[in-house]
Each structure stands twice: as C-alpha cells, then as structure tokens.
C-alpha cells in the first residue's frame, strides 16, 4: 500500500499515558519542551492529529456559521491552492473543527504555517465543504461514514505528495492507526510520572504488535526513546 512514513510522537507517563492532568504537572515541562524539540528535529512533512486535540490546541472550540453557504453535493477531494510542503492533517470525521485559516497559526515552526488538511468521512454538512473552501483549506473524503486510515494515506501521497507525517493523537486516533498497522516508528518522551487510572493509554483497543529500539537517551529525567516496526 502506498502510505507516508508514519512515527507516533508522544509524551507519556512511565504507565504509558498520553492524556490527562499529568500533562499539566510542573515535572512534565521539561518532557515537554524536549517533545517540542524532537518534533522540530524530525523534519517530517507535517502531523496527523485528531478532532480533539486539534480543538484543544488550535481551534479552540469555533464553529462558523453555515446559514449563508450554499452545500456541495460533490464528495469529490479538494486540493486548496497552496504553496506549502509541510502540511496539518485534521482526521475529523463529520466536520466539526472551526478553522480561521487555511494555514496553523503558532510560533512554533514544527507547527506553524503548516497548511491544513480535512479528511472526513461523506456524511458531512456540504455547507462546511463550502465553507472550507472559502477560506482555502484542502478536504479528502475517505470512507462513507467513518475514515478508513488506510484510503486517507494514499490520498495523502496521490494529492500532496506527502512522504512523512508525525502521529500526535489521542487514544484513538493512535490506536484506530495502530491496528491499521500502519505506525512505522514510535518516538516516545517519558516523564517519571504516574498518571491517573481514568487517563487514556498510548493506543486505545490496540493489538499485538513488535518493535525493536533505535535509540534511546535520559536527560534532566526524561528518557526518550525511539522504536522502528520489527
């Protein structure tokens, strides 16, 4: 199958959670920032991320307006105009994150200026479609009513010629990806921290799968490590 490179980028706890208020702790500022560096030094051609953590960290919570756009029936992909190589792949599965822009805004250059992509499944409010395109933001469609992880990377090689992307999900994005079996590396910064048992794990519903270790170094209690399919 033809597909991107796929590394999983992620700060977890030593019980190997991704989300939760250990995330928000003084001691994980340090991972964090170490996170933030790898991101930048991997030079990928840009990251995957979900509906959720796309709110969380650029959207904020926004919805346009629809009322004044008039729906596309088509379900046809819709490459943006555009000039970038690095690219902000938003699976958002019905449509519901309110972008401003075609591009991420944020002063960190492993994520700013980044050009944003949809994939969706084709149940979507057609007034969205409209609506993206207004303000330039390139949409695939990959499956009728869920995505299908598989269709979505070859529509990201066939449409924008993408070679590498960084997985920086929740749970189930991540995991959704992991039994798709298509995770190629997993680049994990660890903080010596346990989180709570309600916080979410690196793959939700996965499946049994090995890696062998690439690299791995500790600094100021951070231990991060690099993992490459077996």
Sequence with gaps: MKKPYITCHMVTSID???TGEFLSCPETEVA???YYQINRD???NGFICGRVTMEGSFTGGYYPDLSA????????DYVAKHDKKFFAVSFDTHGKLGWKK??????????????????????????????LQKI???YIFAGKTSIDVNVA????VDLFDIKHLLLEGGSIINGAFQRAGVVDELSLVVVPIIASKNDKPLFMDATIENYKQKSINTEN???????IKD
């Design 32 to 34: 964090t920032e170490k």
């Design 102 to 131: 075609d591009v991420i805004v944020d002063e960190d250059p492993g994520y700013g200026g980044a050009h944003i992509i949809e994939v969706m499944s084709e149940d979507v409010d057609g007034r969205y479609l409209a609506y």
């Design 42 to 44: 991997l030079e990928s």
């Design 153 to 156: 990377l070859e529509k990201l």
């Design 136 to 138: 330039g933001v390139s």
């Design 221 to 227: 209690g951070v231990v991060c490590m690099r993992y």
């Design 69 to 76: 756009y008039k729906s596309i029936d088509s379900r046809e």
């Design 16 to 18: 190997g959670k991704v």
